[in-house]
């Protein structure tokens, strides 16, 4: 496996993490939800609108809303 594509595994993964580290205290409010799905949504452009990039997002976008709906939203 080449470095590039090492990165395109790793990059996913890591602003994955940081998005749910940044979201880790959202309630869920509009303005929250919308920066979620912005961020993620530019992170899967970067990532190549991979199918793995894709998967792992929508993993994350469905955590952080449980978060979300936990911390009272």
């Given at each position: 496996?080449?470095?590039?594509?090492?990165?395109?595994?790793?990059?996913?993964?890591?602003?994955?993490?940081?998005?749910?580290?940044?979201?880790?205290?959202?309630?869920?409010?509009?303005?929250?939800?919308?920066?979620?799905?912005?961020?993620?949504?530019?992170?899967?452009?970067?990532s190549?609108?991979?199918?793995?990039?894709?998967?792992?997002?929508?993993?994350?976008?469905?955590?952080?809303?449980?978060?979300?709906?936990?911390?009272?939203?």
């Amino acid at each position: 496996m080449t470095d590039e594509q090492l990165r395109k595994i790793y990059y996913p993964i890591a602003e994955a993490w940081k998005l749910i580290r940044e979201s880790c205290d959202a309630t869920g409010t509009p303005v929250e939800c919308f920066k979620v799905q912005e961020q993620a949504d530019m992170i899967f452009e970067k990532s190549g609108k991979t199918q793995f990039a894709g998967e792992i997002l929508a993993a994350t976008v469905d955590l952080i809303d449980r978060i979300m709906k936990e911390n009272g939203g």
